[in-house]
């Protein structure tokens, strides 16, 4: 068996009292802590009847689908449109291990780049290369007015 199926399969225990399936207080891993287990989060009721069971799955994959999808309608236009995106997958990570797994390997992915753009070295290049581009715009701008004036680009050739 390989490791991403052995923590697939990892068993989910159960508090009988609060119907809470991973025994943390707050609802998330700490960072840095040992992650949540991967399954269902469904209230106890709903996980003992597999016909309620599975009517919630369903319920959850709709209401994750349409939340992804006007996720993906905003990815065009002015919204934001990835964080739309992001919510559905963390609503179907509510259910679903293999969205689980996915929402664990992008806040892994987020984590280390921005550890990266935090790293001094990485900070200064990232400044020098913005400065270089804006002085070459600058002066792209400047030569434009010089040449042309303040005239809109469709008329620079009329006149």
Do not use: C
């Not at 990892?10 to 992650?35: F, R, Y």
């Not at 959850?60 to 964080?83: E, K, M, N, R, T």
């Amino acid at each position: 068996m390989t490791a991403e199926s052995d923590e697939r399969t990892a068993a989910v225990a159960t508090d009988p009292a609060t119907g809470d399936n991973d025994g943390d207080e707050g609802g998330t891993a700490e960072p840095g802590g040992p992650e949540r287990p991967l399954g269902s989060r469904a209230p106890l009721f709903i996980q003992r009847s597999r016909a309620l069971h599975v009517s919630w799955q369903v319920g959850v994959f709709v209401l994750g689908l349409a939340i992804v999808g006007g996720g993906i309608v905003l990815l065009p236009l002015p919204g934001p449109g990835w964080v739309i995106i992001f919510a559905g997958m963390a609503v179907w990570a509510t259910e679903f291990v293999w969205a689980q797994l996915v929402l664990r390997w992008t806040k892994r992915k987020v984590t280390e780049a921005t550890r990266k753009a935090l790293d001094p070295k990485v900070r200064r290049r990232n400044l020098i290369l913005t400065t270089v581009g804006l002085v070459i715009v600058g002066a792209l701008l400047g030569y434009y007015l010089w040449r042309f004036g303040l005239v809109m680009p469709w008329r620079a050739g009329m006149g």
